[in-house]
Structure formats: structure tokens, C-alpha cells
């Protein structure tokens, strides 16, 4: 039985007897008070029954109204305390009502007037009932009374002891109740503490004994539960606190660990900081080298340009090697041919039988054959096969020299002006050379001006900077420079074909009417020169070339007005004359010849040697051609110096100059002429190597 419910059996115990002892004292103090109640009520009872007595007596005497109802009244009072009080008998309820029957007989006996003796007779024997049963009710009312005295003293006595008793019964109870439990709480609570305290001193894990089922015995379970939940925690706790101790260890471990690889990672820090540096220093010399390589990409990008425009070079060289192979080819035969068609028109202006018509005509065919010879010294200038002959010259003087020349050639239908700076243009050039330029020039364009129209030749001075030479990408020193325009009306070049006039073979004529080396023979002299040209053309609108030729600046000054050579002195020496062309070999005898001289002719190598073996103490000069069958003139002249050294002599030849060298021959060594050679010139020279 656990204590709770043992206090509450004890509670409820002593509750009953509590309960028990004042239903008793309730009952008690009711049996007193009823008792009281009904000494109080009897004793109104007799109190009023002698007062209805004595009602009655006087009414008996004087029945008045007022006696009947003052008796009535009594009457009722004693008729509602007997009906009211549960102790009043029935034979004392019926007195009563025997009352009130006899004193209403005595009324009627009244008021029937009845007055004689039986009547009185009547009415004393009924009040003599009614004072009998007043006397019967008296009695009783008088027992009641004293018996409800005796039960209130009664009562009183047993409900005093009744108090004690009761009261001593529950002290008992209650001591005993209380010290029982007391006894088993204070034995339990003493190893509850004894088990606080073991806890309290860390002796975890102990188990109490549970003795019954009661609120102790299940506090000791808990406490055991406790108990056991706390060691369970304890030993959790434990086992944390060592996985806390090795976590702190590998804490303090990890903290070292991190401390080393700070360090490590400030020692990277420092690394990749002087790697940053490094690479910051890498990245000021990356970024050197980026400009040293866009300066090298650009350095490379020009000479890959350069590099395209020496191929450029080299293809338009291979060209002109290519005509200057077919000019060399040709040029022997070609200035034999003009030497004897400008020999014989000199001739001819020579004869005074002429008239003025005829000698014009000779003059043209003179002008032409000169004209003939020119293209071929151009022809071989532009492939550089023949050496230009540089003099001081003024541009303005080869510009007026051709202007009659160029009004001829361009035609009637074509308007031609020249004009010429006010000052003189000095520049280092081969007269002849630049004259064939202008030709050229106004020969394509009156070819582009077919239906009339204007051309037009300027000189004048220019300053170029090297921002004109960078812009044009011309590959020239900046300075003064001689300019020399030829402008046109005609049909214009188109963009595709400006880039390829200079080239050679390259024409936009039809078949037979163009070889395609006017502008390469013209871009040739031009560079020979050291100048540059250009070209603007728009289809419709013409076409201009501007010529830039160098400005000959130590130049002070020059006799612009050449005065005309003194004629030729003839003599009576005797000459050999080697020439395997059988025209011109009688054209020179006949010139010669005209002048006095004496001719010894022959026509190839061996011949010659074998003449002057035969005539070597007359020959005072051997005019022989360079280039002869059988033998040529160098080896003849070595046997010729053989037989007879310091002899005087004077080569011909219509070949270029780089195929004479190539046979071993100087012009800085021998006297050397070249074909086509003028009378005149020829006896001039022939007179200054014979007064040598």
C-alpha cells in the first residue's frame, strides 16, 4: 500500500470519524434544541391552555362576544402548536378537537336561548368537559414539557462524551497513522539522501532498494532511473570529454598544422608575391618585347613588302634582260643600217647641187635616222645594256629642243602646248634619253587621243618632304627636284591597267599597233636618272604624268647655248678599214676618202692582218669593227700589235657595251665609236686620234 494512499485512508478515516463525531454533536445539539423547542412550545401550550381556561371560566360567567372571540383565538393558537408539533399524540389532537366541539355546543346552547333548567344543565356539563379536556391537555402538555427538559439534559451529556471520544479516536488514529508513514518517509528520504550525497560526491551509477510500491518507492525508482540516466550521461559525458580531449589534441594538432602551413602559406605568399613581381617585371619586358615584336612584325611586314616589290624588280629586270636580249640581238645589224642611212643623208646635205626642197627632205630623213638611233640607245639604255651619256643639262632646253619635233609627230588635230619655269633647271642627264622620254610620252598620247584633243608639256621646280615620299611610298631623298609634267585629254587609263604600264610587253593596243616597251623604256631612263614618275588617269578625263628628276645643285651655271663644232680637217694618211658590213664599209671609204685620206678595205679579221702585214709601213690608223667573222677585232688588232707595236686604232661597233666587255674590251683601254656613227663625228675622231 503506498503512503498516499495510506494518508489518504487515514485522511479518509479520520474524516469519517470526524464526520461521525458532529453528526453526533449536530444530532446532539438538535435533540437538545427539539427538546428545547419542545419544553418552549408545551410551555406555550400550558401557558395558553390556562389562558383558554380561564377564557372559558369567564365566559362561562359574562359570555360576551368579545370572551367567545378571545377564546376562538386561543383556541386557534392551541389548535396550530398541537398540529405543529410532531410530538403531540393523536388522543391529545383529539382533546383538542374535543374542545373546540364542546365550546361550540356551549355556543349553540347560547345562542338557542335555550334557557331552561336542561339547558343550564346542558351547558355546565359541557363546561364541565371543557374543563376537563382542558385539564387532560394540560397534563399532557405539562409531561411534555418536563420530558423535553429531561431529553435536553440528556442530550447535552451525551454529546459531550460523544466530543471526547470522538476526539481521542482520531488523535489515536491519526499519532499512529502519522507515525507509521513518518517512520517509512524518513527511512526513505535518509537513503534517498544517503544516494543525493553519493551522487553529490560523483558515485554515479547507484542503485537504491525499493521496498514496496509506494510515492518513496517510486521517487527511490526514479532515483535509481536518475541514477542510471545520470551514469549512462556520465559515461556519455565520458566518452565526449575523451573525444573532446582528442579533439582538442587534434584541434591543437590541426591549430599547429595551420600555424606550419601559415607559415608555409606566408613563405607562398612571399613566393607568388616575388612571382608576382616576377611576373610583373616579365610582363613590363613581355610587354617590351610586344613593342620590339610589333616593331619586328612591322619590320617584317616591310621587308616582306620590300621582299614582293625586289621579286616585283626581279620580274621586270627578268624582263628587261629579256628585251635587252632582244635589243642586243638586233642592234649591231639595226645601227649598221642607220649608219648608212645617216651617213648618206649627211652626204647629201653636203652637196650644194641640192635645192631647198631636196635638202629638207634630207633633213627628214637625217631628223628620222637620228630620231632610229635614239630608240635603239633607249632600248638599250632601259636594259641597260647600253651606258647613258651624263651631262649637266637644263630641262628647259630638252623641252623646247622637242617641242617642234612633238608638234610634228602628234598630228594637226591635236593642240599642243609647252611652257618652262622662268629659272633654269640644272640636272645630271643623257640629253638624248630624255628627249626619247617626251617622245614616248606624246607618241601614246596622241594614240589615246584619236578623235583630237590637247597635250601638254611643263617643267618647273618642286620641293618634296618625306612626307610626300612616305604617302607615295617612293623609295627617294627628300629635296629639290625637277618637274616635268605631260598631261593629255584622252581617254584615260582604267585602275587595273595603271599598275601595270611600266611593265614590259604590257600594251592595251590592238595587235600591230603597239610592242609594249614605250613606258617600260620610259620607267628604265627615269630610274637611270635617280628620279621617280607617276601617273593619275581617270577613264573620260586624261591622263598626266609627272617626272621627278633630281636638281643638280653644285651646279653654278652652264652655257645653255652650245656653239655649233668646227668642221672636220681632212688629211692624206693612210687607213685601214676592217668592217664586215659591205654598206657601211663603202660609206666609210667614201667619207673617208672625200676628206683626202687613203682607204686599204677589208672585210673580215684574218684579212685585215694580212693587209697590214702587206702595208705596215703606210697605215698610219686601223679603224676596224669590233665584231667580225673569222676573227673579231680584238684578237686581229693583238696580232696587228705584234707586228707592229703602238699602232693607232680605232674599234667600231654596233653592239651594246656590256657584250663588247664581255669579249674583253674597255672602251677606258681602246679607242671605241659606236654605231651609228655621223660623218662628221667620225672624221672628227678620226683627225684627233691621227694628231695624237
Avoid at 502519522?178 to 524518513?186: A, E, S
Avoid at 616576377?278 to 619586358?285: G, P
Wanted: glycine share 8%; with cysteine.
Amino acid at each position: 500500500m503506498t503512503i498516499k494512499t495510506r494518508f489518504k485512508i487515514t485522511v479518509l478515516l479520520t474524516s469519517v470519524l470526524l464526520l461521525l463525531g458532529i453528526i453526533c454533536v449536530v444530532l446532539g445539539m438538535w435533540q437538545s434544541h427539539q427538546a428545547i423547542h419542545k419544553a418552549v412550545s408545551m410551555g406555550n401550550l400550558v401557558d395558553t391552555l390556562h389562558e383558554l381556561r380561564d377564557i372559558g371560566r369567564d365566559y362561562r360567567l359574562e359570555p360576551t362576544e368579545r370572551a367567545k372571540e378571545q377564546w376562538l383565538a386561543c383556541y386557534k393558537k392551541i389548535k396550530s402548536e398541537t398540529t405543529a408539533s410532531p410530538d403531540i399524540s393523536i388522543e391529545v389532537q383529539e382533546a383538542v378537537d374535543n374542545l373546540k366541539t364542546v365550546f361550540d355546543g356551549i355556543l349553540a346552547s347560547k345562542i338557542g336561548g335555550d334557557a331552561s333548567g336542561m339547558g343550564q344543565l346542558y351547558r355546565s356539563q359541557q363546561y364541565t368537559n371543557l374543563d376537563l379536556e382542558t385539564r387532560r391537555i394540560h397534563d399532557w402538555a405539562t409531561i411534555i414539557r418536563d420530558n423535553a427538559r429531561g431529553s435536553f439534559f440528556s442530550g447535552s451529556k451525551s454529546y459531550n462524551t460523544g466530543i471526547v471520544a470522538i476526539l481521542l479516536l482520531i488523535t489515536i488514529i491519526s499519532t499512529a497513522v502519522i507515525t507509521r508513514v513518518g517512520r517509512r518517509v524518513l527511512s526513505s528520504l535518509q537513503i534517498l539522501e544517503q544516494g543525493a550525497n553519493s551522487l553529490a560526491e560523483e558515485n554515479v551509477g547507484q542503485q537504491l532498494a525499493i521496498n514496496g510500491d509506494d510515492e518513496i518507492s517510486r521517487m527511490t525508482g526514479a532515483f535509481n532511473s536518475m541514477s542510471r540516466k545520470l551514469f549512462a550521461s556520465h559515461e556519455e559525458l565520458r566518452l565526449q570529454a575523451v573525444l573532446l580531449e582528442n579533439e582538442i589534441a587534434e584541434r591543437q594538432r590541426t591549430q599547429e598544422a595551420l600555424q606550419a602551413n601559415n607559415i608555409l602559406l606566408e613563405e607562398e605568399i612571399e613566393e607568388r608575391q616575388a612571382v608576382q613581381t616576377s611576373l610583373e617585371e616579365q610582363a613590363v619586358a613581355l610587354e617590351e618585347q610586344t613593342v620590339i615584336l610589333e616593331a619586328e612584325i612591322a619590320e617584317r611586314t616591310r621587308i616582306k613588302e620590300e621582299h614582293d616589290r625586289l621579286e616585283e624588280q626581279l620580274r621586270q629586270s627578268q624582263k628587261m634582260e629579256a628585251v635587252g636580249q632582244l635589243a642586243g640581238g638586233v642592234a649591231h645589224d639595226f645601227n649598221n643600217i642607220l649608219t648608212v642611212i645617216s651617213g648618206y643623208s649627211s652626204l647629201l646635205q653636203m652637196d650644194d647641187s641640192l635645192n631647198d626642197e631636196q635638202k629638207k627632205r634630207v633633213d627628214e630623213i637625217a631628223s628620222s635616222a637620228e630620231r632610229a638611233a635614239q630608240l635603239t640607245r633607249g632600248l638599250l639604255a632601259f636594259s641597260r645594256k647600253q651606258p647613258l651619256i651624263m651631262k649637266h643639262e637644263n630641262l628647259n632646253d630638252i623641252v623646247q629642243h622637242v617641242h617642234k619635233f612633238l608638234a610634228r609627230i602628234i598630228g594637226e588635230d591635236i593642240t599642243f602646248q609647252s611652257a618652262c619655269c622662268g629659272a633654269e633647271l640644272p640636272i645630271v642627264a643623257d640629253r638624248g634619253q630624255i628627249e626619247q622620254v617626251l617622245i614616248n610620252l606624246a607618241t601614246n598620247a596622241r594614240d589615246a587621243m584619236s578623235g583630237g584633243g590637247g597635250l601638254t608639256v611643263k617643267s618647273d621646280r618642286a620641293v618634296l618632304d618625306s612626307s610626300f615620299t612616305d604617302f607615295h611610298n617612293y623609295n627617294v631623298s627628300p629635296g629639290h627636284y625637277a618637274l616635268l609634267t605631260v598631261s593629255d585629254t584622252g581617254m584615260g587609263i582604267s585602275k587595273e591597267h595603271i599598275d601595270h604600264i611600266f611593265e614590259p610587253f604590257f600594251t592595251t593596243k590592238e595587235v600591230g599597233k603597239g610592242t609594249g616597251l614605250g613606258m617600260a623604256i620610259i620607267y628604265g631612263i627615269i630610274k637611270q636618272h635617280d628620279g621617280f614618275i607617276n601617273v593619275y588617269s581617270e577613264l573620260g578625263h586624261g591622263t598626266t604624268f609627272r617626272i621627278y628628276l633630281p636638281i643638280d645643285e653644285k651646279t653654278d651655271g652652264f652655257q645653255t647655248i652650245k656653239p655649233e663644232p668646227a668642221p672636220p680637217e681632212g688629211g692624206n694618211e693612210t687607213i685601214l678599214v676592217a668592217e664586215d658590213e659591205p654598206s657601211v664599209r663603202v660609206l666609210v671609204a667614201k667619207v673617208l676618202q672625200g676628206y683626202g685620206y687613203n682607204v686599204i678595205l677589208a672585210e673580215d679579221g684574218v684579212e685585215a692582218v694580212e693587209k697590214f702585214k702587206a702595208h705596215q709601213d703606210i697605215i698610219r690608223l686601223v679603224l676596224m669593227d669590233m665584231i667580225m667573222p673569222k676573227k673579231n677585232g680584238m684578237e686581229a688588232y693583238e696580232e696587228i700589235s705584234r707586228i707592229k707595236p703602238g699602232v693607232k686604232l680605232l674599234f667600231s661597233s654596233g653592239y651594246p657595251a656590256d657584250f663588247i666587255e664581255n669579249r674583253g674590251v674597255s672602251e677606258k683601254a681602246v679607242e671605241l665609236i659606236m654605231k651609228p656613227v655621223q660623218p662628221m663625228e667620225l672624221l672628227r675622231k678620226v683627225r684627233e686620234i691621227l694628231d695624237k
